[in-house]
């Protein structure tokens, strides 16, 4: 059960070790269940994780004899920071009354194409400036971080021209500064054609992929994202824009099969992206194309539910297949305006009939591959980033279970602790 990743000298190597916990350590590999080590040792150093062990066994206990400081949990359980893998999180404005109306029988498709949905909180968001933009986004900031975030992905998508898109990920970065949360930012200007080139979808993805060189020049974009979809665009302008940027060398994610069957795990396992979200509408066919892909399924399962959508996922093929399922808020004004990660698990787990540990995986070990981070972070493994939280349970499987009972306790990133 000891796993040894000290250096040479691991009585010398760890500036804080946890002892007292069980560890949830999700690594991969093993039949041991959410890779769990009972009464375990996990040391830190330099931000890092330098020791998972069980105590008692092999140098765990000179791992802690040695420690600067030991911290005894006294029964809790300790997992990797949780990764909220999709969200549009920074947006100007609300869309609340446009909910009132679709709780009188206007479908999400009929709004959109109404002039509402997408296209109206682009008004919000131009009017905005980066400061404002991130003090809008502050509330449900601190609701996700709340619960364990120390990693989230951010989009773009509302600003819809260069300036207000350049605003929206500005915001992003900003956001890391001063929440202590990691962040990852995604462009996305092919979220909706905005009204200024209304029937000219094609020559806004010409404008996107132009918008898309310079943001990326200026060095504020980690990935890119492209909403495939009957009110988004069409395969063949997904295609020209995925060409682009792999030009570039980005990372693509792709919001596909939502609504509809566009084929898009098949096209985004052909780009070789991350990740295919959504995913209600993916056949088998596609789920076939991710798993040789190694696309990630991210599922959204408040958006699901938001919208009354009746499809859900093939979770169980996508099982069989061996594609990696990530979870996300998907923190957005229109379909999904959730701003709690567990009450996702929750939901995963009810409504897509995920196992608590699929979820814990989904927004952990899985949420980092759906960024590109997984050598990094995701798992409790020697030599990833100290993101780690402390939960007042023993029991994984609690997370997901309750439905607005927050158990976290600590939160530490980088291996500092987040106040
Ligand atoms: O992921 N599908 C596209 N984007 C969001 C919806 C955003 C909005 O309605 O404002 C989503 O569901």
Redesign the pocket.
């Known amino acids: 059960m000891l796993e040894k990743f000290c250096a040479e000298e691991p009585s010398l190597g760890c500036d804080l070790v946890f002892v007292g916990c069980n560890v949830a350590t999700m690594k991969e590999g093993g039949d041991v269940p959410y890779g769990m080590i009972a009464d375990g040792v996990v040391g830190v150093k330099d931000g890092k994780i330098k020791f998972v062990g069980k105590r008692g066994e092999g140098d765990a206990d000179a791992v802690v004899e040695g420690a600067e400081t030991v911290k005894d949990l006294e029964g809790k359980l300790i997992t990797p920071g949780l990764i909220d893998c999709h969200t549009?999180v920074i947006y100007g404005g609300s869309r609340s009354k446009e909910w009132e109306l679709k709780l009188k029988g206007a479908s999400y498709e009929e709004v959109a194409k109404a002039g509402g949905?997408?296209v109206n909180?682009v008004k919000g968001t131009r009017e905005g400036s980066v400061a404002s933009l991130v003090a809008e986004a502050a509330p449900r900031l601190k609701a996700m971080l709340s619960e364990g975030v120390t990693t989230i992905e951010i989009k773009s998508g509302y600003g819809l021209e260069e300036d207000a898109e350049r605003k929206q990920l500005l915001a992003a970065a900003q956001v890391e500064k001063d929440f202590g949360v990691k962040v990852q930012k995604t462009f996305l200007g092919a979220?909706a054609v905005p009204n200024e080139y209304k029937g000219r979808d094609d020559e806004y993805m010409d404008e996107v992929i132009k918008m898309m060189g310079k943001l990326n020049e200026e060095g504020i974009v980690d990935a890119v994202d492209c909403?495939t979809e009957s009110i988004g665009f069409t395969v063949a302008q997904t295609e020209k824009l995925f060409g682009a940027a792999k030009g570039l060398g980005l990372k693509l994610r792709l919001?596909g099969d939502?609504l509809n069957d566009f084929g898009c795990g098949a096209l985004a396992s052909r780009f070789s992206a991350l990740s295919c979200d959504h995913c209600e509408y993916c056949g088998e066919d596609a789920i076939d194309k991710m798993a040789e892909g190694k696309t990630v399924a991210v599922l959204l399962p408040t958006?699901n539910y938001f919208i009354s959508e009746e499809k859900l996922p093939d979770v169980s093929y996508m099982r069989t297949k061996g594609v990696d399922m990530a979870l996300g808020t998907?923190c957005?004004?229109?379909?999904?305006p959730c701003c709690s990660l567990l009450l996702v698990m929750n939901m995963a787990c009810t409504r897509f009939r995920m196992s608590p540990e699929e979820a814990l995986r989904g927004v952990t070990l899985n949420g980092a591959k759906a960024i590109g981070l997984s050598e990094e972070i995701g798992s409790i493994e020697g030599g990833k980033k100290a993101d780690l939280c402390i939960w007042d349970t023993l029991e994984p499987a609690e997370l997901s279970y309750y439905m607005g009972l927050n158990l976290l306790k600590e939160c530490y990133v980088d291996g500092v602790l987040r106040k």
């Open positions: 549009h949905g997408i909180t979220h909403f919001h939502q958006a998907n957005n004004p229109g379909s999904s």
